[in-house]
């Protein structure tokens, strides 16, 4: 799958965190899990764990669905999508020539 780039930024921003590897090595390996579960069994809040799976969802590493528990609560569910994320010098070459003006200017910004 091409991605433009500032779809590989999005990617390359939520995979360049621990705690986002560590929840989705979590999900692969435990599978589907709804936030006050995973949240539990991570270990961090479940503001904290809603902003990682925030990013993790808008990059297309996650997915959420919600179900209905027996008692009638919603419950919102996270597993981890089918993604590759091959990255070549050509890769980058085409990227480049999509970022948009914002992309470009946090990239010189930081680049101080």
Known sequence: MNR??????????????????????????????YVSQFAREAGISRPLLHLH???????????????????GKALKYYEV?????????????EAVKTLSPVSEARGKKGAK
């Open 4 to 33: 433009t780039g500032d779809q590989l930024l999005t990617v390359l921003s939520a995979l360049g965190n621990p705690h986002r590897l560590r929840l989705l090595a979590l999900l692969k390996a435990e599978g589907s899990k």
């Open 53 to 71: 799976l925030q990013k993790l969802e808008q990059a297309g590493l996650v997915t959420s669905r919600f179900e209905l528990s027996r008692d």
């Open 81 to 93: 999508s089918e993604f590759s994320v091959p990255l070549t010098p050509a890769l980058i070459e």
